[in-house]
């Protein structure tokens, strides 16, 4: 199948798809971490972030467009937020959860974005 072949059989999939199995396929993992944390703040969705480097893991919650939960093995809330930013080459993925954990995060989204913006 070549290039066009495949971005038809795409469009005609995405035709055929509703959109809430549609945000169950989409992975922004593909991103860095900024990035990708950025792309589902806007996009108003709630996805789950795992974040892993060696043994080191964690999660960041994203519920409506807002970071909402973050935790490592060690730490909660805004100290498990700056722990998985200073993370350098970590690897994530992230998919889409209904049910989120309880909220954690006091600093604002606009200002955790922009602390990882600058270290980025």
């Known amino acids: 199948m070549d290039t066009f072949q495949a971005d038809s059989h795409?469009?005609?999939a995405a035709k055929n798809t509703h959109p809430e199995d549609l945000a169950e396929i989409?992975?922004?993992s593909g991103y860095d971490?900024?990035?990708?944390?950025r792309l589902i703040v806007s996009s108003g969705e709630s996805r789950r972030v795992q974040v892993k480097k060696g043994g080191l893991k964690g999660f960041m919650f994203i519920k409506?467009?807002?970071?909402?939960c973050v935790e490592t093995v060690d730490r909660h809330g805004d100290e498990a937020f700056?722990?998985?930013i200073s993370w350098k080459n970590a690897s994530h993925t992230d998919m889409q959860e209904a049910d989120p954990p309880e909220r954690n995060v006091r600093i604002s989204t606009g200002v955790l974005l922009d602390l990882m913006k600058s270290r980025t």
């Open 33 to 37: 971490l900024f990035t990708t944390v």
């Open 64 to 68: 409506e467009g807002e970071i909402y």
């Open 82 to 84: 700056f722990e998985i």
């Open 10 to 12: 795409l469009e005609g």
């Open 26 to 28: 989409m992975d922004f």
